[in-house]
Nanobody, 127 residues
Framework: QAQLVESGGGLVQPGGSLKLSCRSS????????MGWYRQAPGGQREWVAT???????TYADSMKDRFTISRDGANNMIYLQMDRLKLEDTAVYSC?????????????????????WGKGTLVTVSE
């Protein structure tokens, strides 16, 4: 199991910026992709962005013009640069590593996914 630890959250004013970090205890190339999710107070978990091992990034529509996901394979880190923050961006931001494993041949040899989650870091956007 991989340990993922987020950092960089805090209090910021609307229009400000924050950069979140997620450190993995394992080589991030073990994961098929990694991503950021968020959960606002009283809300459901929401996908923010994903980056794969080729560096290809995808974003939720509401964030693609303001947020940038990146990765640093040498240090087993991913990042989320958040600009022009809005009040509604207030949430706990968590990173996830998606690993694809394969059963042994004696078990059938099927591929299956395993998700590794960090505990999250709180971002509060307030006046």
């Amino acid at each position: 199991q991989a340990q993922l630890v987020e950092s960089g959250g805090g209090l910021v004013q609307p229009g400000g910026s924050l950069k979140l970090s997620c450190r993995s205890s394992r080589d991030i190339t073990d994961f098929d992709d990694m991503g950021w999710y968020r959960q606002a107070p009283g809300g459901q978990r929401e996908w923010v962005a994903t980056i794969n091992n080729y560096g290809h990034a995808t974003y939720a529509d509401s964030m693609k013009d303001r947020f940038t996901i990146s990765r640093d394979g040498a240090n087993n880190m991913i990042y989320l640069q958040m600009d022009r923050l809005k009040l509604e961006d207030t949430a706990v931001y968590s990173c996830k590593g998606h690993e694809i494993r394969r059963q042994s041949l004696s078990e059938g040899g099927s591929f299956y996914g395993v998700e590794h989650w960090g505990k999250g870091t709180l971002v509060t956007v307030s006046e």
